[in-house]
């Protein structure tokens, strides 16, 4: 029936005439109208299709925040940006090419349930807030705690932590409409699962014991674990929502157990991110737009989270790439929200402005890191200069909000920003002259010199910030973009060590180096990314012969520069090969880094068992 109207119409077409513009279009059997037959009833993706043709001929702008945050009580919002190669937009651009928008946003009605005895169940308080979850699934997410939270008290301890150390560096909530859904009780529960899982990265232990929890792994996996549960079973219904906790959880890392860990959620934030158009300048032009700010932040903090796994190994390939990037305006400091109000302050503390210029600052970065990583893969040569020059001039326009505090009495407060930002900056720096120099060897030998030096350079500021963190007992202050350079800075100063080219006294600055590294981890080893860090690196030295086990193994305080010269325990790379290699002899060709360049990868995916870890190291042996 539907194939003979469109013949009909086709047929109506005068034959050789030049394209007319159609001034009005409403799609046949339109929402609400019914068919004489039950096989020209529309579908509901055909209404679905209807009501985004009609949005994008329209020309509508971005919907309000309210509109993009309220709850569905008739089923979950589809926000999406048609391409313009797409028949839709095609189809709907014939109305008013001028006027028309790529967006749109509708909203999905749930299908009715076939009725069952199941169906009989009694209405949980769960149901009012997640419209059309079977009851079947419901039972089982009941059983699995998906639904539970903390107490009132406990809960809000977790907010002002995740708040204070997480927001900050991911600005990608609204703080005044968050408290206000939470007060409200109609918050999402998938975003608070993320949030609280996040959260329980910085908490301090007796909070997570009033929690429920004894270890603090076994905190932000559960939380990890009932987030991805909440998901799955289509829990989220609002798709801004679903982007804000995808983010949230693409930040938090889990154990090596998760199929769905921090690269699933963070690829799926971007994909969500690109199909509500968040990657067109289009959404960025309402400047004084709530909802235009809101867009701006997320897509920048995916930027920086992009360029950040790449050069740290954790993902093999941009996700977001140049051609396809419109957004090139940064942030403003205004543009990360307003004043939480004096009454919500008890709840959320307020971003200062030293955090506003915080996250610009990160912005910048980052597009300086990206530029400089796509030459270098054009014009080697010239890039050297071009990082050590871009990043020491970055440095030294940083606001002053942000530069370096000397005063003992005000290091720990004032410097955690500053302190996040070079440690970023120079573990770009590190990275990209480590890619130079691996691809000058043996091709251009000034060049390899020149890299290797610069990452020595960068490497040691990075020993600096850590040991001025350890010195003033600030770990437990820190963001996770500062705690997890340790495993990474361990690895460099590793492959520095096994490094046939490099001097003895570079050599012995860096056997001094691991220690404080393995100090560090110590430190840090609640956290379970640490541990698995400490675990692998514990394998890699022993089998390396660089130290024995019962001195890794050692307390912190009983290891001491002393021990590395005293007892000489590293492999003499200098000396030639007499031709029988023993056991433990090290291969001049086979970097440690080739093995444990992925620790910073584990900061976020977790673990790899021991078998994981013996089986890497029999494959290069």
Known sequence: MASKNIKATLAQLPINSSPQKIESWTPPLYLGQTSSSEDDALTPETCMIAQE??????????????????????????????????????????????????????????????????????TTQVRVVIQGLDPLDEEYLNNKSAFSLPSKHSCEAMLQAYFSLGHPHVPILDPVEFVKSYLSGSFSLFLMQAILSNAALYAPMPLLEACGFTARCEAIETYFSRASLLYQFGCERNQLRALQGSIVLGMTAVTGSFDRDFRYWIHNAVRLAVKMGLHKSFAHKETESATCKLYQRIWWALYIRDITLLLGGAQNMRMIHAEDNEVLTIPTPESLGDDIPACYAHLIPPLTQQQREYFIEYCRLARIATRCLSILKSHPRETLDLIQSELHLWRFSLPESLHA??????????????????????????????????????????????????VRAAIYELDAIIGRAMAY?????????????????????????????????????????????????????????????????????????????????????????????????????????SGTAGENQVNANVSVFDVIERLDEFLELGAMDDTLISDLWQNIS
């Open 53 to 122: 043709c009609e949005q994008i001929a329209k020309g509508s702008s971005l919907p309000s925040l309210e509109i993009m945050l309220e709850p569905s009580p008739t089923g979950p919002d589809l926000v999406q940006y048609h391409s313009e190669m797409h028949y839709m937009t095609i189809i709907s651009e014939l109305v008013d090419a001028k006027a028309s928008s790529r967006v749109t946003r509708i909203v999905v009605e749930d299908r009715k349930p076939v009725a069952t005895k199941t169906t009989q169940m009694k």
């Open 405 to 454: 505090v000397h005063r003992p009495s005000h290091v720990r407060s004032d410097s955690i920003w500053h302190m996040v930002l070079m440690t970023s900056s120079y573990r770009y720096e590190s990275m990209l002259c480590r890619i130079l120099r691996k691809q000058s060897e043996g091709r251009d030998l000034e060049l390899e010199k020149k890299s290797a030096m610069a």
């Open 473 to 577: 007992d600030m770990l437990s202050m820190l963001p996770m973009p500062c705690i997890s350079i340790g495993p990474t800075l361990l690895a460099l100063h590793l492959e520095i060590v096994l490094s046939p080219s490099e001097s003895e006294s570079v050599k012995s600055r860096s056997r001094i180096y691991i220690h404080q590294a393995i100090i560090f981890l110590q430190q840090c080893r609640d956290l379970p990314f640490m541990k698995i860090a400490l675990d692998l690196v514990d394998w890699a030295l022993t089998k390396q012969n660089l130290l024995s086990i019962e001195k890794l193994n050692a307390p912190p305080t009983t290891i001491t520069a002393s021990h590395l010269h005293q007892q000489e325990p590293f492999v003499d790379l200098d000396k030639e090969g």
